[in-house]
């Protein structure tokens, strides 16, 4: 079943749909659910939590059955140290439940064998309290559903932890990868370690892959927000992601913690909305880390102020990646297609290569794609006089044929400089021809190298002066001495 929206508490609501799309809707003075198919009323399996002696039980049995809904409706369910194991076609709705548990483990777990396929928790506080070691583990999990707070009071509690087995059944695509789950409003609450942590297994290899988050909240983590350990691709967090990393050294998001650096399959994990939020006095947080990983896309990423040891951390293994940018109230971007990119406290630097890159051709294209004629620019700031160019680089709008600018502000000087002894700034026309050089020596015109100024020799008062001018002239390349004695 797939979660609309939660309506409980209304005679009649429509608030879920089966996997072909009808509409369900229970029945609240019976606590029965139905669906309608052809005319007909058809009740489906909904039993009510109370009905069992533990929700464990309620579990178990209705996925002897066949699958279902269970309803838990008191508003406080107390496991002591139980795990809930959770099974294939059982989904758990407890909106308004608070459950909580005292052990030591997982509180919320998955056989260690096969696939969970289709399962689900909806709404309700799960409460791991403050020993256990995970608030849910899922292992290889295939298009289930969740929607609910996971709750703990540790800094080393991970709150949500997506595992693969490698041994047992398959699901319908004939492998054991924790794939196409819907995590939809999850939050996480209290405090933790790890928000979300993922990892896969190289045997085959298993991966966690193409699940969808929408609107990921994390309150409070000690060490990570969001850890794409190993063997994590295509895994989507849609709408607004936001997490509060609350401790020294913490890591708002991180792409291949565990060997960073080597390729351990993590690529192409996602954000469309991603804040990270690091208030309070601490030191060495970072916002976002990409280690040996690539194709991740970051469309709109707010951290400040800065983390203290920085917005963002990229390794040279990193290779390529988008992120748009808030700072200072505009937007900027970071762009790898092959290459690294790296901004330090005070630096706004962009780089485009690095040490993946060999022959290559490298480039920026301002303007690609045009279906009609417009004007380009490139403008550089670098002072608070001239706000929107200090120097200008135009292509102007007049078609194929329209003019070109270098356009410069202020009173200082526009220079052009070779730093390279030896080095020179020559100017062709169409053909290739050199019309204009200088170098080291001095300058040259129309073909001719570079000469130092010359000095004219002779008389003035008969041609000899004249006959040196010409000479130099025509050595500068200024003219062709044509005259005859």
Known sequence: MEKVRSKIGVPIVDDFRSDTGTPIVIDESTGLAYVYVNGAIVQLNQYQGDAFATVQAGVDAINALGGGLLVLSKPSYSFGTTQLTLKSN???????????????????????TG????????????????????????????????????????????????LVNTSGGTNPDGNRNFAFCDFDGLLQEGSCGKGVHMKGDST????????????????????????????????????????????????????????????VGVYSNNFTDLAVDNFGTKTGRVGIKMNW??????????NEPAAEGGAYSFSANAQSYYVGHLV????????????????????????????????????????????????????????????????RIVRNSGGANTSSQILHKGTGN??????????????????????????????????????????????RAGNAALASLLAQLANYGLITDGTTA
């Open 90 to 112: 059982v989904v758990i709705l407890a909106e308004g439940v608070t459950a909580t548990y005292t052990g030591s483990s997982a509180f919320i777990t998955s056989a260690t």
């Open 115 to 162: 696939v969970l396929e289709h399962a689900g928790i909806i709404g309700g506080i799960w409460d791991g309290g403050s020993s256990c070691t995970k608030v849910m583990e899922l292992r290889s999990a295939y298009k289930c559903k969740f929607d609910c707070t996971l709750k703990s009071n540790s800094a080393t509690c991970i709150s949500l932890d997506m």
């Open 204 to 263: 085959t290899p298993t991966v966690v892959t193409l699940n969808t988050f929408t609107g990921y909240n994390a309150r409070d983590c000690a060490v990570h927000g969001i850890d794409f350990e190993a063997w994590c691709d295509y895994n989507k967090f849609i709408g607004s992601t936001r997490i509060a990393i609350t401790a020294n050294n913490a890591i708002g998001v991180e792409w291949n913690s565990g060997t960073p650096g080597s390729n």
């Open 293 to 302: 990983t690539k194709d991740n896309y970051v469309a709109y990423y707010f």
């Open 328 to 391: 200072g109230g505009t937007v900027s971007f970071i762009i790898r297609t092959k290459g690294t990119y790296y901004q330090g406290a005070d630096q706004g630097l962009f780089f485009i290569g690095g040490a993946d890159m060999s022959t290559e051709t490298a480039g920026a294209v301002i303007g690609f794609g045009r279906t009609g004629s417009g004007a380009s620019h490139l403008s550089l700031v670098g002072d608070t006089t001239y706000t929107d160019y200090g120097i």
């Open 414 to 459: 526009l220079e052009v400089k070779c730093q390279t002894a030896g080095g020179q700034f020559v100017v062709y026309d169409s053909g290739g021809n050199a019309k204009f050089v200088t170098n080291d020596t001095g300058v040259g015109f129309q073909g001719s190298a570079g000469l130092a100024k010359p000095t004219i020799t002779g008389s």
